[in-house]
């Protein structure tokens, strides 16, 4: 009997067997479909988006730089003369990383390393006959670095009086002039007339985008501060650029150090600030022939409603419309100070 029963053993077996050979066949493709669901793999398109900023992917053109699968990556190139502000671009999960709002293609930002007190400009004026000096700069144009200046003429051997004269008449022949300063020799001070060297210059000046965010609450109206403002001034006569207070730290002499308060009315066109007591203030120089060391100054013995000048105390060698207030040009002072 038992055997018998092994051929009927064996074919229970095998159809045992096909069966589950059978469910293996008709589940994988389901089991399969239920984790491709679970770890998504959606593509993305860009084809808009490079189209708006000018831009295709390394990896090729055409309809790759229409669409990615998942987990492809798009590096961007510009048109000539301009780079991505994103080098590159991922597909994931349908997702397109670093399609920021900002994505674009721009020139690249050039750095400029150059000191800001500037040296000779190329054909710059060094020698030969002071009397046609002007006449042989009339090319010349100011290549200084944005916020600094540079030297167009520069001849030794020259008396105050003449480098005035000089710059009176470069100034005329070329608007690039702006500038002049005339240097002796400290043993050569005593003379009537003292020889020394005229340069002659300009400035590239930066305009600033600042916000009016008060850095500090402003002194009150009443304040004996502001006891000059009358309501007769014009609106013109008002200036608002920069910030409501000004906390220098940078200057040689410590009394010129504090905090500067921006004053209602302009000097020179520009905001000036003053200390809480009034005893000195910030201000813009607006005789462009004499501030080549820079445009802004501390002063003291002013009236702050006049743009009549005060003793200076102190010259910052900035030449925007506003104050250095980054801390990197600091305010060079007379020693007032016996030692």
């Known amino acids: 009997a038992g055997g018998a029963m092994a051929p009927k053993a064996k074919r229970c077996a095998f159809a045992i067997l096909t069966s589950c050979l059978v469910l293996v066949f008709i589940c994988a493709p389901l089991y399969a479909f239920v984790i491709a669901s679970c770890i998504s793999t959606r593509p993305c398109s860009m084809g808009s988006l490079l189209f708006n900023i000018g831009a295709v992917c390394a990896e090729g053109s055409g309809m790759r730089s229409e669409s990615m699968l998942h987990g492809e990556r798009c590096t961007l190139l510009c048109g000539a003369g301009l780079i991505p502000s994103k080098p590159q671009l991922a597909c994931v999960d349908g997702v397109l990383e670093g399609a920021e709002a900002s994505l674009s293609c721009a020139p ?43 030297v167009l003429l520069q001849l030794p051997d020259l008396s105050d009086a003449q480098c005035r004269e000089l710059f009176e008449e470069c100034k005329g022949l070329n608007a690039e002039f702006e500038y002049m300063q005339h240097t002796v020799e400290p043993d050569k001070l005593d003379s009537i007339s003292p020889k020394g060297t005229c340069t002659l210059g300009c400035f590239e000046e930066v305009v600033q985008d600042l916000d009016n965010t008060n850095f500090a609450p402003p002194i009150e109206e009443d304040d004996s501060l502001f006891a000059g403002v009358t309501d007769d001034l014009r609106e013109e006569d008002y200036c ?9 730290t940078n200057a040689c002499n410590q009394e010129d150090n504090g905090d500067y308060y921006r004053y209602p009315t302009c000097a ?42 005060g003793l200076e105390l102190a010259r910052q060698q900035s030449y925007l419309n506003l104050p250095d207030f980054t801390g990197n040009s600091e305010w060079r002072g007379r020693r007032r100070t016996q030692i």
């Open 108 to 150: 690249p930002i050039l750095y400029d390393n150059r000191p800001v007190a500037g040296g000779l400009v190329d054909g710059a004026v060094t020698g030969g006959d002071y009397l046609n000096a002007c006449l042989r700069a009339t090319e010349l144009k100011c290549d200084a670095r944005a916020g600094g200046a540079a």
């Open 240 to 248: 608002e650029e920069g910030p409501m207070c000004i906390d220098v």
């Open 268 to 309: 020179a066109g520009r905001t000036q600030w003053l200390q809480p007591n009034g005893e000195r203030r910030l201000r813009f120089d607006g005789i462009t022939a004499y501030s080549q060391m820079g445009r802004w100054l501390i002063e003291q013995g002013f009236d702050p409603v006049s743009d009549a000048y």
